[in-house]
């Protein structure tokens, strides 16, 4: 595993493998508390092989705090392996529903701006949108600024999910 060695506080994508045991989300969201380390997400599921569970998580800080976090995070038990992954080189996404206000004044706009982004829209009622998008933080944080002069009434918002290419 590389870490590059600037001193200055980033982002970092932790890839975790573990079994798919009980508790071991609770043990490491333990060690994060403990050590006073901050998770900005955490996405968790089962892998194609139902043994294990893939948990991404997404922290805060500098080359040697994700250092520490990976080391401990690899003595914990249940865990098989734990990555850093490099955002150059893999897929990162995040994935969204909201549900926006809409009437006969505002409805094709939030059709229009849906489509501009690809957005799926999942559920029209006379007083309410559900759309859903899938893409970087970037473009789900622009997606959702367009939409707040039309009243937002709900999100869902996963955390960072990411792969290897």
Do not use: W
């Not at 870490?3 to 890839?15: I, R």
């Not at 798919?20 to 050590?35: D, E, K, M, Y």
């Not at 040697?64 to 150059?88: G, P, T, W, Y």
Request: hydrophobic fraction near 40%; charge should be negative.
């Amino acid at each position: 595993m590389s870490y590059l060695d600037s001193s200055k506080e980033k982002e970092y994508v932790l890839s975790v493998l573990a079994r798919n045991n009980p508790g071991v989300l609770l043990r490491i969201a333990g060690l994060f508390s403990r050590r006073c380390y901050n998770i900005l997400s955490i996405v968790a599921a089962q892998t194609e092989n139902t043994q294990f569970s893939r948990i991404l998580i997404v922290v805060s800080g500098d080359d040697r705090i994700v250092r520490q976090v990976d080391k401990q995070l690899s003595k914990l038990e249940d865990i098989e392996e734990v990555n850093v992954l490099d955002r150059e080189k893999a897929v990162v996404r995040e994935h969204l529903l909201m549900k926006v206000e809409r009437n006969l004044q505002n409805s094709e706009k939030l059709v229009e701006i849906a489509n501009v982004f690809h957005a799926n829209i999942l559920n029209v009622e006379p007083d309410s949108m559900i759309l859903e998008l899938t893409g970087d933080a970037g473009t789900i944080d622009s997606f959702l600024e367009l939409y707040n002069p039309y009243r937002v009434l709900k999100i869902l918002r996963t955390g960072t999910m990411a792969m290897m290419k």
